[in-house]
């Protein structure tokens, strides 16, 4: 690369922790709660756009998906189930915290999240502490991989998108993004990551 990014873009779920509400954690509550799992699966993918859009509040998304019907187990109950499947990965933060000391990059967030969710990854990551914009689905009011999210975001932080540069998980949220010219990093492991952060010189 002939010069260093400028702005440095980093998915949530699958980069920095565990998905939020993936598939892993909807079946370990599932499991947990004995929900009828077609069911289940057929309400969460009628609602979750909305949810992750901004369009709808995560009781609602409840309300639609499991207190549709008579439960023996209380809202808060899910709710803290739900939110208690969020697992920080201590070594990927910790290169986003370098990044940020050195003061070399803007940094961001940006992952496909609904409100309540997001804030409270945010909240129990310590993402506040490295990360001054949070560019989230839910006030977005778009979601990935639709190129209306990166232009936003572009045209938000008036970054060129030949130094900008964005890490995700998820091959189909990369090529929208490299469409428009943004650099972008498939994480598989921090160390990978480092190693391809010193890559694009940082």
Known sequence: MTSRPELVLFDIGGVLGSNGWDREQRAAAIDRFHLDADDFQYRHEETVGALEAGQISLDEYLDVTVFCNRRDFRREEFKSFMFAQSILWRDSIAIARELAESRTVRLATLNNEGAELNERRIHAFGLREIFPTFF????????????????????????????????????QNLNPAAALGVRTILFKSATQLRAELRAQGL
């Not at 977005?140 to 995700?168: C, N």
Request: proline share 6%; aromatic share 8%; glycine share 2%.
């Open 136 to 171: 989230s689905s839910c006030w977005l009011r778009a979601r990935k991989p639709t190129h209306e999210v990166y232009a936003r975001v572009l045209g938000m932080t008036q970054s060129d998108p030949a130094r900008t540069l964005f890490i995700d998980d998820r091959v």
